[in-house]
């Protein structure tokens, strides 16, 4: 931790020597347009990107977690345990998972460097502090130090505005919805500072059995402009208690209670809080160059609380108590700990040309996280016999990394604009089991691993002379190639992990450390099974546009070698199994439209087809036996998304969207049997804002009242699953509603 604490100091000083830099004092330049300008996608290179605007997002559902937000964009499908839309919820781009979808917040990289995953039930009702978000689909560029697969979410903190003035937002809806909002902005101070803090509590009883969950949220920001420079800080925290809803439910199950959850002890419970802290700085040297240097640190640390039935005594260390022996099947409750601790660096140059704009920058990040598990009570004792800290395992993760990107854009000539990105990436990781409860001598493992990506990727965009067909046309191509180390979960057999006793790590060979003594300490291990995943993606695409009417085709051909998926089943914790595929292939189309079909109506359309297959793929079964799955659809990837909206303004004060929803077939396994299928499914949703001021009540100017009715027909449909002896489902919720007033003051 000193080495941790010691680089954050060095950085926050270096970052404040580059912060009193002023090279044109003539010249102001407004902070809140420039803080993650770089880590975006121009507007003009046409790739496959989406923008949110700040606009569409003050619609939003305020009883959805933020990637449920993120639907009406080709590609992306998200959904979550509790079947509400709030507490642990997850993203897909194309079908890829959250491990290989990056995430920036104001430039800076969400994803937890030792399970690569967003856990955004951390960060309750962090859309109300949000400006707009860009999605980007399929290899990502280098900038902000990313190697996304699926694709990148840019997520942006709301802009500090130059007036005070906030807003409070009440909520309430199905399942017990309900929450409380609160936001102030100081406006401009003296000086050339402003700031804002935004309040927050959430709470649902969830649509499955004992999924609740209860959050807050605090986010505050404070930005600081002179004449050549802009310095905001940005820190963001809360607190979830969220009951456990991971595990899939038998489909025999479900037939008969749409509801149930296989969790039945009352405290199964997850309690984590992730502060996060952030600074951004950015010196104008000249009007085409200006240099960014983001720094961050995220603290996390928390538990989550299991009953367990019939386990071996000796693998909790309870057979250290009296009248208990190893192999002793007893019931016992335990809490899984983890502390985590992430810093970063991520510096950027931007450089203006005549034709053209380079960035130059990387990132580096140093992280270590402590995991530990507790027995509270166990079978035949009191909660007394366990006052002090009772420690069957402890394990630790450190992990180091460090990139560096150049990425150009140049105008060849006319319309044509070519983009080369070279990113070159270093990773290492150390996992060591600590002595703790039973986990002494050749019990202990340990292993270091480490990676070194090249990553080149390039694109051509054409915008075509004049009007063709009465709009405005362009074409775009573009080639890429991104590389993924495994998770520390994807190094352990794909039913148990590092807090199992007696479990090795997946590697080839292995090592016995000796203590001064001769006994065994520990043994260290290398070559691990589970190999880096690599992708060659091509994309091309067309768009069009005029005033009325704009849409986007877009196709992908994405080549893996060694691809990491999921092999059909999920860990005790509720992780999807993983392994290395040899080759596979996933191609598709994606196509935006947006027409204006009459005054103040608009009809929108985000579809998506994909075809993701085994190339080449041997699995190697527990019996002994190899089945090739070679042509076989991949598991857990829908096979079509599609939204369709229709979004009209009948009066200045009232605003209606309606709203359809279809979802394709996925399967649960890689055999590809059809019997082993989420069927595909159709929702309709209806949407209505009143603007009280607009329908004449001067008093309430400011105030708008709506009201969310989702799935009118009360489909039943499940959004993920797996197969083990019988198909298991996590089931969406039927008919519900929200309703919520918002007021500006």
């Not at 027995?375 to 630790?396: I, R």
């Given at each position: ?479 890429g190639r991104n590389h993924r180390e495994p998770t520390d979960g994807e190094l352990f057999d794909t039913w148990q992990s590092g807090s199992d006793l007696g479990v090795q790590p997946l590697f080839k060979r292995s090592r016995e450390v000796l203590k001064a003594d001769g006994s065994v300490d520990y043994v260290e291990w290398f070559d691990p099974y589970v190999q880096e995943e690599r992708v060659d993606d091509y994309e091309v695409g067309l768009s069009w546009q005029n005033p009325h009417v704009s849409f986007t085709l877009g196709g992908y051909w994405m080549d893996f070698q060694n691809e990491i998926v999921a092999l059909g089943g999920v860990s005790d ?173």
């Amino acid at each position: 931790m000193k080495r941790v604490h010691f680089a954050l100091l060095f950085l926050l000083l270096t970052a404040t020597a580059f912060a009193e830099i002023e090279a044109n004092p003539d010249r102001t330049y407004e902070g809140g347009e420039v803080v993650v300008t770089a880590s975006r996608y121009d507007d003009d290179t046409s790739m496959n990107v989406t923008n949110i605007t700040q606009e569409e997002l003050q619609l939003r559902e305020p009883d959805l977690e933020l990637p449920m937000l993120l639907q009406g964009i080709p590609g992306v499908f998200s959904y979550s345990d509790a079947g509400s839309g709030l507490g642990y919820t997850y993203l897909k781009i194309r079908g890829f998972d959250q491990r290989r979808v990056g995430v920036l917040f104001n430039g800076i990289p969400l994803n937890d460097p030792e399970d690569h995953q967003v856990w955004w039930v951390d960060m309750p009702d962090l859309a109300s502090s949000v400006q707009d978000i860009q999605v980007q689909r399929g290899v990502t560029n280098s900038i902000g130090g990313m190697t996304a697969i699926g694709g990148t979410v840019n997520i942006v903190s709301a802009n500090l505005s130059q007036a005070p003035g906030g807003m409070f937002s009440l909520n309430a809806g199905s399942y017990g919805f309900s929450r409380q909002m609160i936001s102030y902005q100081t406006g401009k101070l003296g000086k050339g500072f402003k700031s804002m803090i935004r309040l927050s509590r959430q709470e649902s009883d969830g649509y499955r059995d004992r999924s609740g969950y209860e959050g807050w949220g605090v986010f505050w920001s404070g930005q600081y402009e002179t004449t050549n420079t802009s310095t905001r800080i940005n820190i963001y925290t809360g607190k979830e208690l969220t009951h456990h809803a991971w595990d899939a439910v038998p489909a025999s199950i479900l037939a008969t209670n749409r509801t149930a959850n296989m969790e039945t002890y009352h405290n199964a419970v997850d309690d984590f809080r992730q502060p996060h802290y952030e600074l951004h700085n950015t010196v104008f040297f000249s009007d085409n160059l200006s240099l960014t240097n983001r720094l961050y640190y995220i603290n996390g640390e928390g538990f989550y609380e299991n009953y367990k039935e019939d386990q071996r005594a000796g693998d909790y260390a309870l057979d250290i108590l009296p009248g208990v022996a190893p192999d002793d099947d007893i019931d016992l409750i335990r809490q899984k700990w983890v502390r985590k601790d992430h810093a970063g660096w991520v510096p950027g140059l931007e450089w203006n040309q005549d034709r053209g704009r380079l960035l130059v920058g990387g990132d580096w990040y140093t992280f270590h996280s402590d995991h530990w598990g507790d027995v509270m009570w166990a079978e035949g004792f009191t909660p007394g016999d366990f006052t002090e800290q009772f420690k069957y395992h402890e394990y630790t993760g450190d992990k180091d990394a460090f990139s560096l990107y150049a990425n150009q854009r140049y105008r060849i000539v006319g319309g044509l604009t070519a983009t080369l990105d070279l990113h070159f990436q270093h990773k290492e990781y150390s996992f060591m089991q600590n002595e703790a409860g039973n986990f002494t001598g050749d019990l202990r493992n340990a292993y270091t691993v480490d990676y070194d990506f090249f990553n080149p990727k390039g694109a051509l965009h054409w915008q075509a002379p004049g009007r063709v067909v009465g709009g405005e046309m362009a074409v775009y191509g573009s080639v890429g190639r991104n590389h993924r180390e495994p998770t520390d979960g994807e190094l352990f057999d794909t039913w148990q992990s590092g807090s199992d006793l007696g479990v090795q790590p997946l590697f080839k060979r292995s090592r016995e450390v000796l203590k001064a003594d001769g006994s065994v300490d520990y043994v260290e291990w290398f070559d691990p099974y589970v190999q880096e995943e690599r992708v060659d993606d091509y994309e091309v695409g067309l768009s069009w546009q005029n005033p009325h009417v704009s849409f986007t085709l877009g196709g992908y051909w994405m080549d893996f070698q060694n691809e990491i998926v999921a092999l059909g089943g999920v860990s005790d914790d509720g992780s999807s199994i993983r392994g290395n595929a040899g080759r596979t292939l996933h191609k598709g189309l994606e196509l935006g439209l947006r027409a204006r079909v009459a005054h103040a109506h608009e009809l929108s359309l985000a579809a998506s087809r994909s075809w993701d297959e085994f190339e080449e793929y041997f699995f190697h079964d527990y019996d002994g036996s190899v089945h090739d799955y070679s042509g076989n659809p991949i598991s857990l990837f829908p096979s079509h998304l599609l939204m369709v909206s229709w979004d009209a303004r009948w009066t200045p004060g009232v605003q209606t969207r309606l709203r359809l929803r279809d979802t394709g077939r996925q399967h649960l396994d890689n055999t590809g049997n059809k019997d082993r299928t989420i069927d595909p499914w159709t929702t309709v949703d209806l949407s209505l804002w009143f603007d009280l001021g607009g329908l004449g009540a001067r008093a309430l100017e400011g105030a708008r009242v709506f009201v969310h009715l989702r799935n009118l027909g009360d489909t039943e449909y499940e959004t993920w699953g797996y197969w083990a002896t019988e198909n298991y489902y996590t089931p969406a919720a039927g008919r519900n509603f929200a309703v919520g007033l918002d007021y500006n003051f």
